[in-house]
């Protein structure tokens, strides 16, 4: 019913920047939140940051002061901006959709990250 397609990901050296996009489509509810996760292989995939249709954030500590969450809700899309990577940083990312009115999650395919030390 939702579909997300991401963009942004790429080859990035340290101390760079890239900007994800993760545009929704289908029945979207104005209620909802907006979230960016990342796993690398190995490990469990974790919340990055979210953002909700109010426009309230979330950030992960390892993230927070480089990273920014945005959305522009008249074009579905959501935004991450991320600034001065790290090495640490590389890993595949995904945008995820949450409502409470319908129950269930969306979760986009997955942009790789990788930044180069």
């Known amino acids: 019913q939702v579909q997300l397609v991401e963009s942004g990901g790429g080859l990035v050296q340290a101390g760079g920047s890239l900007r994800l996009s993760c545009a929704a489509s289908?029945?979207?509810?104005?209620?909802?939140?907006m979230s960016w996760y990342r796993q690398a292989p190995g490990k469990q995939r974790d919340l990055v940051a979210r953002?909700?249709?109010?426009?309230?954030?979330n950030y992960s500590d390892s993230v927070k002061d480089r990273f920014t969450i945005s959305r522009d809700n008249a074009k579905n899309t959501v935004y991450l901006q991320m600034n001065s990577l790290k090495p640490e940083d590389t890993a595949a990312y995904y945008c995820?959709?949450?409502?409470?009115?319908?129950?269930?999650?969306?979760w986009g395919q997955g942009t790789q990250v990788t930044v180069s030390s």
């Open positions: 289908g029945s979207i509810f104005r209620v909802n939140i």
């Open positions: 995820r959709y949450e409502t409470p009115i319908s129950g269930r999650d969306t």
């Open positions: 953002i909700t249709s109010a426009g309230g954030t």
